[in-house]
Protein backbone atom coordinates (compact mmCIF):
# COMPACT_ATOMS: atom_id res chain seq x y z
CA UNK A 1 0.00 0.00 0.00
CA UNK A 2 1.45 3.62 -0.96
CA UNK A 3 1.94 5.80 1.94
CA UNK A 4 0.85 9.78 2.07
CA UNK A 5 2.50 11.63 -1.14
CA UNK A 6 4.16 15.38 -0.62
CA UNK A 7 6.12 17.51 -2.92
CA UNK A 8 8.18 19.28 -2.57
CA UNK A 9 9.93 17.56 0.34
CA UNK A 10 12.08 21.24 0.72
CA UNK A 11 11.40 24.75 -0.50
CA UNK A 12 13.36 28.22 0.35
CA UNK A 13 11.28 31.32 -0.18
CA UNK A 14 11.83 34.81 0.41
CA UNK A 15 9.36 36.54 2.79
CA UNK A 16 6.17 37.95 0.79
CA UNK A 17 6.70 35.08 -2.11
CA UNK A 18 3.87 32.60 -2.35
CA UNK A 19 4.46 28.94 -2.08
CA UNK A 20 2.09 25.79 -2.67
CA UNK A 21 2.55 22.46 -0.68
CA UNK A 22 0.71 19.37 -2.51
CA UNK A 23 -0.49 15.97 -1.03
CA UNK A 24 -1.90 13.19 -1.98
CA UNK A 25 -3.46 10.48 0.58
CA UNK A 26 -3.37 6.79 0.93
CA UNK A 27 -5.95 5.55 -2.08
CA UNK A 28 -9.54 5.33 -0.04
CA UNK A 29 -8.49 7.67 2.82
CA UNK A 30 -11.82 10.13 3.56
CA UNK A 31 -9.99 12.37 5.98
CA UNK A 32 -6.77 14.92 5.14
CA UNK A 33 -5.19 16.90 8.00
CA UNK A 34 -2.55 19.85 7.49
CA UNK A 35 0.00 20.12 10.04
CA UNK A 36 2.46 22.24 10.56
CA UNK A 37 5.10 21.22 12.77
CA UNK A 38 7.99 24.31 13.65
CA UNK A 39 11.88 22.92 14.86
CA UNK A 40 11.00 21.50 18.85
CA UNK A 41 7.40 22.08 18.66
CA UNK A 42 4.76 19.02 18.04
CA UNK A 43 2.29 19.24 14.71
CA UNK A 44 -0.25 21.61 14.67
CA UNK A 45 -3.17 20.84 13.03
CA UNK A 46 -4.05 23.79 10.53
CA UNK A 47 -6.88 22.31 8.36
CA UNK A 48 -8.96 19.02 8.32
CA UNK A 49 -10.79 17.62 5.47
CA UNK A 50 -13.76 14.91 5.48
CA UNK A 51 -13.87 14.32 1.38
CA UNK A 52 -13.86 17.44 0.04
CA UNK A 53 -15.22 19.14 3.02
CA UNK A 54 -13.50 21.49 5.59
CA UNK A 55 -14.06 20.03 9.00
CA UNK A 56 -11.82 21.98 11.21
CA UNK A 57 -9.73 24.90 9.72
CA UNK A 58 -10.00 26.94 13.21
CA UNK A 59 -6.03 26.86 13.53
CA UNK A 60 -5.69 28.17 10.07
CA UNK A 61 -4.62 32.08 9.33
CA UNK A 62 -6.74 32.26 6.72
CA UNK A 63 -5.38 35.89 5.91
CA UNK A 64 -2.51 34.18 4.74
CA UNK A 65 -2.99 30.62 4.15
CA UNK A 66 -5.44 28.33 1.95
CA UNK A 67 -6.77 24.76 1.84
CA UNK A 68 -8.31 22.57 -0.78
CA UNK A 69 -9.24 19.33 -1.47
CA UNK A 70 -10.70 18.90 -4.88
CA UNK A 71 -12.50 15.72 -5.44
CA UNK A 72 -12.37 14.48 -1.95
CA UNK A 73 -8.45 12.95 -2.62
CA UNK A 74 -5.46 15.52 -3.39
CA UNK A 75 -5.00 18.76 -1.40
CA UNK A 76 -2.96 21.58 -1.83
CA UNK A 77 -1.93 24.18 1.14
CA UNK A 78 -1.14 27.77 -0.02
CA UNK A 79 0.73 30.35 1.77
CA UNK A 80 0.81 33.85 0.22
CA UNK A 81 2.54 36.06 1.33
CA UNK A 82 5.14 34.26 2.96
CA UNK A 83 6.15 35.39 6.75
CA UNK A 84 9.71 34.30 8.43
CA UNK A 85 7.85 32.53 11.42
CA UNK A 86 6.21 30.08 8.41
CA UNK A 87 9.66 28.66 8.48
CA UNK A 88 8.45 25.32 9.64
CA UNK A 89 7.77 21.31 7.81
CA UNK A 90 4.45 21.26 6.73
CA UNK A 91 2.74 17.23 7.55
CA UNK A 92 0.28 15.66 5.14
CA UNK A 93 -1.88 13.03 7.33
CA UNK A 94 -4.71 10.65 5.96
CA UNK A 95 -7.18 8.28 7.81
CA UNK A 96 -9.81 6.03 6.87
CA UNK A 97 -12.41 7.34 8.86
CA UNK A 98 -12.92 10.30 11.20
CA UNK A 99 -11.23 8.48 14.29
CA UNK A 100 -7.60 9.30 14.95
CA UNK A 101 -6.15 6.08 15.41
CA UNK A 102 -5.08 5.12 12.09
CA UNK A 103 -3.43 8.70 10.94
CA UNK A 104 -0.54 8.46 8.53
CA UNK A 105 2.00 11.24 8.09
CA UNK A 106 3.88 11.77 4.60
CA UNK A 107 7.23 12.88 4.62
CA UNK A 108 6.45 16.75 4.83
CA UNK A 109 7.61 19.69 3.14
CA UNK A 110 10.72 21.77 4.73
CA UNK A 111 9.83 25.23 3.74
CA UNK A 112 12.38 27.82 4.72
CA UNK A 113 11.37 31.67 4.55
CA UNK A 114 14.32 34.00 4.09
CA UNK B 1 -1.43 26.62 30.60
CA UNK B 2 -0.77 24.29 27.83
CA UNK B 3 -3.13 21.78 26.54
CA UNK B 4 -0.99 19.00 26.35
CA UNK B 5 2.45 18.88 28.44
CA UNK B 6 5.00 16.61 28.08
CA UNK B 7 8.04 15.80 30.76
CA UNK B 8 10.77 18.34 29.61
CA UNK B 9 13.95 16.78 28.14
CA UNK B 10 15.88 15.71 26.85
CA UNK B 11 16.06 12.15 28.51
CA UNK B 12 19.27 9.41 28.08
CA UNK B 13 18.51 5.55 29.59
CA UNK B 14 20.98 3.24 29.20
CA UNK B 15 20.47 -0.18 26.55
CA UNK B 16 18.17 -2.47 28.49
CA UNK B 17 16.72 -0.09 31.11
CA UNK B 18 13.08 1.07 31.20
CA UNK B 19 12.15 4.68 29.92
CA UNK B 20 9.33 6.75 31.27
CA UNK B 21 7.67 9.29 29.24
CA UNK B 22 5.25 11.07 30.98
CA UNK B 23 2.43 14.12 29.80
CA UNK B 24 -0.51 15.88 31.74
CA UNK B 25 -3.02 17.49 29.59
CA UNK B 26 -5.90 20.10 30.74
CA UNK B 27 -9.05 19.00 29.46
CA UNK B 28 -11.42 16.64 30.98
CA UNK B 29 -13.41 16.20 28.45
CA UNK B 30 -10.55 14.09 26.56
CA UNK B 31 -11.61 10.64 26.13
CA UNK B 32 -8.85 9.81 23.32
CA UNK B 33 -4.97 9.64 23.91
CA UNK B 34 -1.70 8.45 21.46
CA UNK B 35 1.99 8.11 21.29
CA UNK B 36 3.76 9.03 18.46
CA UNK B 37 7.43 8.04 17.48
CA UNK B 38 9.52 10.67 15.79
CA UNK B 39 13.00 10.03 14.14
CA UNK B 40 15.13 12.71 13.48
CA UNK B 41 14.14 14.47 10.13
CA UNK B 42 11.19 11.74 9.90
CA UNK B 43 7.88 11.88 10.12
CA UNK B 44 5.54 10.78 13.37
CA UNK B 45 4.20 7.47 13.26
CA UNK B 46 1.51 6.08 16.06
CA UNK B 47 2.89 3.36 18.27
CA UNK B 48 0.18 3.12 20.84
CA UNK B 49 -3.29 4.67 21.65
CA UNK B 50 -5.46 4.34 24.74
CA UNK B 51 -8.81 4.91 25.52
CA UNK B 52 -9.40 3.68 28.94
CA UNK B 53 -8.18 3.84 32.57
CA UNK B 54 -5.16 1.43 33.25
CA UNK B 55 -2.32 -0.07 31.32
CA UNK B 56 -2.12 -1.00 27.73
CA UNK B 57 0.65 -3.46 26.77
CA UNK B 58 2.02 -3.78 22.82
CA UNK B 59 5.61 -5.65 22.71
CA UNK B 60 7.59 -3.37 24.65
CA UNK B 61 5.86 -0.74 25.09
CA UNK B 62 3.01 0.05 28.19
CA UNK B 63 0.85 3.27 27.85
CA UNK B 64 -1.17 3.87 31.06
CA UNK B 65 -3.70 6.06 31.39
CA UNK B 66 -5.20 7.89 34.50
CA UNK B 67 -8.48 10.22 33.75
CA UNK B 68 -8.58 10.99 37.45
CA UNK B 69 -5.05 12.75 37.68
CA UNK B 70 -5.31 13.94 33.37
CA UNK B 71 -1.83 12.01 33.23
CA UNK B 72 -0.96 9.62 30.19
CA UNK B 73 2.27 8.01 30.03
CA UNK B 74 4.04 5.82 28.34
CA UNK B 75 7.20 2.86 29.70
CA UNK B 76 9.55 1.52 27.33
CA UNK B 77 10.68 -2.13 28.78
CA UNK B 78 14.25 -3.02 27.46
CA UNK B 79 15.29 -0.07 25.42
CA UNK B 80 17.18 -0.49 22.40
CA UNK B 81 18.98 2.47 20.73
CA UNK B 82 16.78 2.05 17.90
CA UNK B 83 14.60 3.81 20.68
CA UNK B 84 16.29 6.79 20.21
CA UNK B 85 13.79 9.58 19.04
CA UNK B 86 10.95 12.22 20.36
CA UNK B 87 7.81 10.49 21.58
CA UNK B 88 4.77 13.06 20.84
CA UNK B 89 1.98 12.86 23.41
CA UNK B 90 -1.32 13.46 21.40
CA UNK B 91 -4.68 13.80 22.82
CA UNK B 92 -8.04 14.35 21.09
CA UNK B 93 -8.97 17.85 22.90
CA UNK B 94 -12.63 19.77 22.50
CA UNK B 95 -13.68 19.57 18.94
CA UNK B 96 -12.32 16.40 18.04
CA UNK B 97 -9.25 18.42 17.26
CA UNK B 98 -5.03 16.20 18.17
CA UNK B 99 -3.75 18.25 19.85
CA UNK B 100 0.35 17.41 20.51
CA UNK B 101 2.73 18.06 23.25
CA UNK B 102 6.22 19.33 22.05
CA UNK B 103 7.53 15.90 22.56
CA UNK B 104 10.53 14.18 24.92
CA UNK B 105 13.90 13.60 23.05
CA UNK B 106 15.08 10.21 24.29
CA UNK B 107 18.41 8.56 23.91
CA UNK B 108 19.19 5.01 24.82
CA UNK B 109 22.74 4.75 25.26
CA UNK B 110 24.61 1.20 23.88
Known amino acids: EAGVAQSPRYKIIEKRQSVAFWCNPI?????LYWYQQILGQGPKLLIQ????????DSQLPKDRFSAERLKGVDSTLKIQPAKLEDSAVYLC????????????FGPGTRLTVL | QKEVEQNSGPLSVPEGAIASLNCTYS??????FFWYRQYSGKSPELIMF????GDKEDGRFTAQLNKASQYVSLLIRDSQPSDSATYLC??????????FGEGTQLTVNP
Open chain 1, 27 to 31: SGHAT
Open chain 1, 93 to 104: ASSPTRGREWQY
Open chain 2, 50 to 53: IYSN
Open chain 2, 27 to 32: DRGSQS
Open chain 1, 49 to 56: FQNNGVVD
Open chain 2, 90 to 99: AVETSGSRLT
